[in-house]
């Protein structure tokens, strides 16, 4: 048996359903419309815990329905706002149960931008409120993007599962505060509408001190050393321009201690743990790393020359947990 994470992880369904009105009020457009089908779901047990699901088999549909099984009482979910979640995923045919995250603090959520389009649980959660329990019922078909993928994967293309979705927590889709002036010696930084970052690195040499600078200022609360920080970024190469790593081409923000990788092997890079810490949730920061504040000597990716400046580009989004 696949393990649900696993199967959900490397599954990218485009997104291809109309919107349709919102039962939240106005100013949020579901991606996947409620549905009679889904409707006969139910699961009990608090969300956030391993839920006992019932339906009657079989089900089946020919396109994506949801249907909320638990409102929650958190914010509303927004296009573009990244929500972590826990799932249990079953086949529709037969009510078994095929996989299921951990429902544990100590476990990885499911992560995603909601209205994505990278697959059906980013869109399922658009408009949905924290705290909520949602089902979505698709076809294998729609769930792994194509019939040939499914059949691949030893499943009925034609036939239906079940998915159904506790909403943990929201966070910042990308920095929202204030624009600041750039600064002498620093790349400039323009966004897409989505907030995706394109970076122009200076004609001139990179400057040999640490430089963070604010280019949008969040009113969130500041970074603190060992917060585990939900963020977006990129991080280039200033001799050569190249992207080494990026989040915002992974479709999903990413959460890292703010302390250094030297104090605890799950942090990161020192320079960027330095730039970080006080650093307000909300904000974009452009911060340059001199080699010394880098890795050390043959500790780099193979994608980081040896004695490189590193420039990162980091929306912060919030803290994990918080």
Same mark, same amino acid.
């Given at each position: 048996?696949?393990?649900?994470?696993?199967?959900?992880?490397?599954?990218? %369904?485009? &997104?291809?359903?109309?919107?349709?009105?919102?039962?939240?009020?106005?100013?949020?457009?579901?991606?996947?419309?409620? &549905?009679?089908?889904?409707?006969?779901?139910?699961?009990?047990?608090?969300?956030?815990?391993?839920?006992?699901?019932?339906?009657?088999?079989?089900?089946?549909?020919?396109?994506?329905?949801?249907?909320? %099984?638990?409102?929650?009482?958190?914010?509303?979910?927004?296009?573009?706002?990244?929500?972590?979640?826990?799932?249990?995923?079953?086949?529709? +045919?037969?009510?078994?149960? *095929?996989?299921?995250?951990?429902?544990?603090?100590?476990?990885?959520?499911?992560?995603?931008?909601?209205?994505?389009?990278?697959?059906?649980?980013?869109?399922?959660?658009?408009?949905?409120?924290?705290?909520?329990?949602?089902?979505?019922?698709?076809?294998?078909?729609?769930?792994?993007?194509?019939?040939?993928?499914?059949?691949?994967?030893?499943?009925?293309?034609?036939?239906?599962?079940?998915?159904?979705?506790?909403?943990?927590?929201?966070?910042?889709?990308?920095?929202?505060?204030?624009?600041? *002036?750039?600064?002498?010696?620093?790349?400039?930084?323009?966004?897409?509408?989505?907030?995706?970052?394109?970076?122009?690195?200076?004609?001139?040499?990179?400057?040999?001190?640490?430089?963070?600078?604010? *280019?949008?200022?969040?009113?969130?609360?500041? %970074?603190?050393?060992?917060?585990?920080?939900?963020?977006?970024?990129?991080?280039?190469?200033?001799?050569?321009?190249?992207?080494?790593?990026?989040?915002?081409?992974?479709?999903?923000?990413?959460?890292?201690?703010?302390?250094?990788?030297?104090?605890?092997?799950?942090?990161?890079?020192?320079?960027?743990?330095?730039?970080?810490?006080?650093?307000?949730?909300?904000?974009?920061?452009?911060?340059?790393?001199?080699?010394?504040?880098?890795?050390?000597?043959?500790?780099?990716?193979? +994608?980081?020359?040896?004695?490189?400046?590193?420039?990162?580009?980091?929306?912060?989004?919030?803290?994990?947990?918080?």
């Amino acid at each position: 048996m696949r393990t649900l994470p696993a199967l959900i992880l490397t599954t990218a %369904l485009v &997104g291809s359903l109309a919107a349709c009105a919102t039962p939240n009020g106005g100013g949020c457009s579901p991606v996947i419309p409620e &549905g009679e089908t889904a409707g006969y779901i139910s699961a009990t047990g608090e969300v956030g815990t391993q839920p006992e699901i019932d339906f009657p088999t079989p089900l089946s549909v020919t396109s994506a329905q949801s249907a909320v %099984l638990t409102t929650g009482e958190g914010e509303r979910i927004d296009a573009g706002e990244t929500v972590d979640m826990q799932a249990t995923l079953l086949d529709a +045919t037969t009510g078994e149960v *095929l996989g299921a995250t951990s429902y544990s603090p100590e476990g990885e959520p499911i992560r995603r931008a909601a209205g994505s389009g990278l697959d059906v649980i980013a869109d399922a959660v658009q408009c949905a409120t924290v705290g909520s329990r949602i089902a979505v019922v698709n076809t294998w078909t729609e769930f792994y993007g194509d019939a040939e993928a499914a059949a691949a994967q030893g499943v009925d293309p034609e036939a239906s599962v079940v998915l159904v979705l506790d909403l943990e927590a929201s966070y910042l889709g990308r920095a929202t505060g204030a624009p600041q *002036l750039g600064a002498e010696g620093v790349p400039a930084v323009v966004t897409t509408p989505e907030g995706v970052p394109g970076v122009t690195i200076p004609n001139s040499d990179p400057s040999t001190d640490l430089i963070a600078h604010t *280019l949008v200022l969040g009113s969130g609360a500041p %970074l603190e050393a060992g917060d585990p920080a939900v963020l977006h970024y990129t991080g280039i190469v200033w001799e050569s321009g190249d992207i080494f790593d990026s989040s915002w081409e992974r479709g999903v923000p990413a959460t890292f201690p703010i302390v250094s990788f030297e104090d605890d092997p799950a942090g990161i890079v020192p320079g960027l743990a330095q730039a970080l810490e006080g650093k307000t949730v909300g904000s974009q920061v452009v911060v340059v790393i001199p080699p010394a504040l880098g890795y050390p000597e043959g500790q780099a990716p193979a +994608t980081i020359p040896a004695g490189s400046t590193m420039v990162f580009v980091v929306d912060i989004l919030g803290v994990e947990g918080q």
